[in-house]
C-alpha cells in the first residue's frame, strides 16, 4: 500500500485505510451551508483520490462493489466543499453542496429521513423525487 501524506509544514496526515480488512473507511457526508447531515458511505484510496482530484464526491459502492460517482444517475451530485479527518485518520466529514437537492436514493433529501422516538418511528423527511423515474422500477 502506498501511504499519500496531504497537507504541509506541521500539518501531515495520511488516511488510514490499512484500518479495516476492506480497506474501506466511512464518510459522513453533510450540508455544507446547514450541517444536515445528508449520508453515510464508504470510500477507498480510489474514490478518495477520484474526489480530490475532481472536487465531486466519489465513494466505494459495498452493494455493487465498484467506484461511484455520488450522482452519476440521478445527476443529484455532491460537490465537496470542505474534508473534515478525525483524529485516528480513519474517518471523514465530506461537506457539500448538494446539487439537485437530494442525496438519498429513495427520493429524500438526507438518507436520515427516518426519527425513532418514544412513540414509535416517524417519516420526518420530505420527498424530493420519485425514485422510480429517475432509476426505473428495480
Known sequence: MVEIKYGTGDVMFALRFDKSEDGLLPAIVQDSASGEV?????????????????????????????????????????????????????????????????????????????????DGAKITGELVFDPAQVYGNK
Open 38 to 118: 445528508l449520508m453515510l458511505a464508504y470510500i477507498n484510496e480510489e474514490a478518495w483520490g477520484k474526489t480530490l482530484e475532481s472536487g465531486k464526491a466519489h465513494f466505494w459502492s459495498r452493494s455493487r462493489n465498484k467506484l461511484w460517482l455520488k450522482g452519476e444517475t440521478s445527476g443529484h451530485v455532491q460537490l465537496v466543499r470542505e474534508v473534515l479527518v478525525d483524529c485516528d485518520e480513519d474517518t471523514v466529514v465530506f461537506k457539500v453542496e448538494q446539487v439537485g437537492g437530494a442525496a438519498c436514493h429513495k427520493g429524500y433529501r438526507s438518507c436520515f429521513f427516518r426519527r425513532v422516538d418514544l
